[in-house]
């Protein structure tokens, strides 16, 4: 497991965002920040995941609580979907 970490400040500075924006996902629990030498981080392993939250926030205009309700929906999703390959697998096992 990757446990490198990004600068919040390096990465906002080089992006164009807001701290304050990664700081709030950060407190509704959608990204994990440590604080390491005075410096706000979050994991490398998150970055995927807080470009889309960037582009809903920036692009889309969706606030902090509609992002976390697109990511609890589509978790949900993303489940549902490995329960149907499962039982579609089971299907198959006993169709041959």
Request: glycine share 4%.
């Amino acid at each position: 497991m990757q446990n490198d970490l990004i600068i919040i400040n390096d990465y906002c500075s080089h992006c164009n965002i807001e701290p304050d924006f990664i700081l709030m996902l950060g407190e509704d629990g959608l990204i994990n920040i440590q604080e390491i030498n005075d410096n706000h981080c979050f994991p490398a392993s998150q970055l995927n995941e807080l470009e889309r939250y960037a582009h809903l926030y920036y692009d889309l205009s969706i606030n902090i609580e509609g992002i976390d309700a697109i990511r609890h929906l589509l978790e949900r999703i993303e489940d549902l979907q490995r329960r149907v390959r499962l039982l579609e697998d089971e299907l198959h096992f006993y169709e041959e």
